[in-house]
């Protein structure tokens, strides 16, 4: 599992190593340098120090002094006779050149100063390995500091990470001791700034769970009651139907007894496809191309079988767009229930002789579809409460076809509407009576 303390602790702590490891690398180099000039200066400075061919060297060459350390003396008079050596651990070649250079032997490498003095040749060598040595020591001793800087910074940065996430902390554990029934907002007073978005974003969280929770209870507590009321008159049926005595009685308590479980029936399934359409607000729609004109058709085919039986002049108008002419984009089950809740309305409440006219045609940016009906209509006042769930109107609580109306229809148009991005409006038929629907989707 990624660790956000541990990132930064490695992150931090990795920096600040790689740092001392190349600030130490300069060191010696620039160590390196500086003791390569220094060495080399005074290897020049003991070659040309040298008086005479006998000279005591003890005198020349204080060897006592650590800065003398691993010195070699060579000296060749004129003829050429080798007439002084100051070790016999390294051999110098006995060709020379004037000056600096680097001599290989099998001892290893030294640094050599040749020079020339009245016919005396003077050599001073020191061992490369030495002068590494050297700067090493330098190195490390301006280094150390340094690295113990280093840890005490990565301890430092160990306790502020750890300080810095303690609010990360007290969120975690106030989440935490919450029962999971409080929705609560968090406290954020004493957030600091960069954790702000976080409980901003979990405080909005709560806040849409706690309506939902809301709406869920309040649906289930309206649910009950309207179920309660068909219920009740599907018992007494049933009650009058076994305490039927003639024939004649028994099948009209039957028929009512079948009319109440029918609506009863309706009830339920609007509920669960109200809940289901709820479960579902937040998941994306499976959007593809359809045709409103085909959309139309296929509903005004679903209930032709049953504006018959109720002598309602049922069909598409012929000024509506064909089949293939317009293209809407949206999920065709959800835009099929919203047709059918729209249709089964007006079935239920336009009297026998009427009439209920479908249309979709293109208005600027818009596909708009319409259903015109010639019932009782919708009053002005309450074309916006017709909305909420269960919601009647007074003419709704018997239609001219001994229908109960269940207030859920319009409720569930309204919400397939928003989750398509479309507008919901209720106006007056332009024939005179009745009530049009209008839907407004963004093409």
């Not at 060191?27 to 005074?42: I, P």
């Not at 002419?325 to 089950?333: A, F, I, S, T």
Request: one cysteine or more; glycine letters at 8%.
């Amino acid at each position: 599992m990624r660790s956000i303390r541990r990132s930064l602790l490695v992150g931090i702590i990795g920096a600040v190593t790689i740092s001392v490891v190349l600030t130490a690398s300069f060191v010696f180099q620039s160590a390196r340098r500086n003791t390569d000039a220094l060495l080399d200066d005074h290897l020049r400075q003991i070659a040309l120090s040298v008086p005479a061919p006998r000279a005591p060297m003890d005198l020349v060459v204080p060897f006592e002094d650590p800065i003398n350390e691993g010195i070699m003396i060579q000296i060749w008079d004129r003829n050429g006779v080798h007439v002084y050596r100051s070790s016999t651990e390294w051999e110098l070649p006995q060709r020379a050149a004037l000056g600096f250079s680097t001599v290989v032997t099998p001892q290893g490498p030294l640094r050599v100063y040749s020079a020339l003095r009245a016919g005396i040749l003077v050599q001073a060598a020191q061992p490369l390995l030495l002068r590494t040595r050297i700067a090493a020591r330098s190195a490390f001793g301006q280094t150390v500091p340094l690295a113990l800087l280093s840890a005490a910074l990565a301890l430092l940065v160990w306790v502020l990470v750890g300080r810095g996430l303690a609010p990360l902390d007290q969120v975690r554990g106030a989440l935490a001791r919450r029962a999971p029934d409080t929705l609560q907002p968090l406290d954020a007073k004493d957030v600091p700034v960069e954790l702000q978005p976080l409980v901003n974003g979990i405080n909005a969280l709560l806040g849409r769970l706690d309506v939902a929770f809301r709406n869920q209870r309040a649906f289930l507590a309206d649910a009950a009651h309207e179920l309660r009321t068909p219920l009740a008159a599907v018992r007494l049926q049933l009650d009058l139907l076994r305490r039927a005595d003639t024939r004649h009685e028994r099948e009209i308590a039957g028929d009512r007894l079948a009319q109440g479980i029918g609506r009863l029936g309706v009830l339920v399934d609007q509920l669960l496809l109200l809940a289901r359409q709820d479960a579902d607000a937040d998941l994306m729609l499976a959007r593809v191309d359809v045709d409103p004109a085909e959309l139309l058709g296929r509903c005004a085919a679903d209930h032709v079988a049953l504006a018959e039986a109720r002598h309602i002049d049922l069909g598409v108008a012929d000024d509506s767009a064909s089949p293939g002419e317009l293209r809407m984009h949206g999920d065709p089950q959800s835009l099929a229930i919203l047709m059918t809740n729209l249709v089964g309305n007006s079935l239920r409440y336009v009297p026998a002789g009427g009439r209920i006219d479908l249309w979709c045609g293109l208005d600027g940016a818009y596909v708009v579809l319409r259903v015109d009906d010639d019932g009782p209509g919708i009053a002005p006042d309450e074309r916006e409460r017709v909305f909420d769930r269960f919601y009647r109107t007074d003419y709704a609580a018997s239609g001219p076809h001994g229908e109960h109306g269940s207030g859920l229809g319009l409720s569930i148009v309204s919400q397939v509407a928003k989750r398509h991005g479309a507008s919901v409006q209720l106006l007056d038929n332009p024939r005179g009576r009745g009530l049009r629907v209008e839907l407004r989707f963004p093409v």
